[in-house]
Every structure is written in structure tokens, then in C-alpha cells.
């Protein structure tokens, strides 16, 4: 009877401390992070991995169905042909479980002075009702604020926090800005 009565001790003391212990993919604040984002030339994946890898956010690579061309001219000619068509290039796959994410980073380079097409395509392929958008972007020299304002712009239901641009693939004052916006400790 003793013997029974321990385990039963002890097996609802291992329950309780597999409850009380955070889920690993939740951010610091609790909540359940994806980061999506598009990249044509690595410099974005490579700030988006950055991101995730400091809040334990889920990545999400929005690609198009039809790839960019990989040669940089013909790359812009299209970018810029989707611009002016105001186009919804088609996205190759879902998000899973959309529901569960609380936050959503949303990340791209600037084209042709703002957000590509297919920023358009993921903000209209979902519900941000009730949800935390927070902007980022690459960049060469310019454009940053309207890229930003621009995935603001496309998420309107969604609540939002201050965007953050890189230049190229650098990440300096990534860890800095994701504190300040309260996104890590």
C-alpha cells in the first residue's frame, strides 16, 4: 500500500513540473512566434534566422510558386512588372497551425521602393485579428521606413510594434531593438 501511495506521489510531482516548465518555442513573453519572411538573395533569411534564433520563433520561407528569375536584371524586371500590375504572385505553401502563433515577424527586402508582390499575397492569405505584427526588412540605402509602413499598412486587424531595417545581411542592433520592443530579455 506504501509502495502504491508513493508513486502515485511521485508520478502527479512529474506532472506537475512537466506543466509548470515553459513550452521551448514560445517567446519570452509566452507567446508563439512565427517569422516569415521572403528572400530572393539570402540577405533577408539570413536576418530572419537571426530573429528566430533570439525570440525561439518558428521560421516561415514565403515562396513564390513561380521562382524569381536568379539573375539580378531579369530578377527586377519582373519584381518590377509585379509592382506595376499590382500583382499576387501565387505563395508554394501554407503556414501550418496559423492559429497557434500570437506574433508575426514579417520580413522582406525593399523592391522598386517598398514590400515585394508576394508581401501582398502572404497579408491577404490570412486572419491578423488578434495578433502582434512586427515589420523587418532588407535594404541596400533607402526605402526602409515605407517597406515597413507598408507591411504595417497590409495588416491592418493586426496589432503593431516598432519595425527594424538592415542593411544587406547585417544583424548589428537586432539584439537591442528585440529588447526594446520587448521581445527578448
Known sequence: MK???MMTFLAAVLCMTAAARPAPEKGA???KILVAYFS???NTQHVAE???SLTGGTLFRIEPEKPYPAEYRPCTEVAKAEKEADARPAIA???EDWEQYDTVFIGCPVWWWTAPMIINTFAESYDFKGKTVIPFCTYASTY???TL???VELTPEAAHLKGFGAVDRNTDGIEEWLKEIGMTE
Open 29 to 31: 513573453d509566452g507567446k
Open 3 to 5: 509502495e502504491k501511495l
Open 50 to 52: 537571426h530573429i528566430a
Open 149 to 151: 509602413a507598408r507591411i
Open 93 to 95: 505553401r501554407e503556414v
Open 144 to 146: 526602409r521606413d515605407e
Open 40 to 42: 530572393w538573395s539570402g
